[in-house]
Nanobody
Framework: QVQLVESGGGLVQPGGSLRLSCAAS????????IGWFRQAPGKEREGVSC????????YYGDSVKGRFTISRDNAKNTAYLQMASVKPEDTAVYYC??????????????????????WGKGTLVTVSS
């Protein structure tokens, strides 16, 4: 049974930091691009960041470039999103998702909002003072 379980969300002050985790099971983890997506109230889901199967290639959306860092530990079947210098507009439900590496030409392509095979249920991040 495929599972992606996000954790680490919560309330954080503007300018603060937070680390999200995505624990995966039920599929060959390193054969998949892992992505972080988010959806704010009233907005469409957007791709935040994606990372290739062995971690050598990453992609960041313009709104988070320079502030967020994606990583993965294939030995632990876990991906991470380190969020720094957060802003109120980062408030959203954050989802991790998995896309077969064989199906995408680039990591950026994997960050399209609706292309993933597997999705987690999300974790809420609220940035507020």
């Amino acid at each position: 049974q495929v599972q992606l379980v996000e954790s680490g969300g919560g309330l954080v002050q503007p300018g603060g930091s937070l680390r999200l985790s995505c624990a995966a099971s039920g599929f060959t983890f390193d054969a998949y691009v892992i992505g972080w997506f988010r959806q704010a109230p009233g907005k469409e889901r957007e791709g935040v960041s994606c990372i290739s199967g062995f971690g050598g290639i990453t992609y960041y959306g313009d709104s988070v470039k320079g502030r967020f860092t994606i990583s993965r530990d294939n030995a632990k079947n876990t991906a991470y999103l380190q969020m720094a210098s957060v802003k109120p507009e980062d408030t959203a439900v954050y989802y991790c998702a998995a896309v077969p590496s064989s199906r995408v030409r680039t990591v950026q392509t994997a960050c399209a909002p609706n292309g993933a095979d597997y999705w987690g249920k999300g974790t809420l991040v609220t940035v507020s003072s």
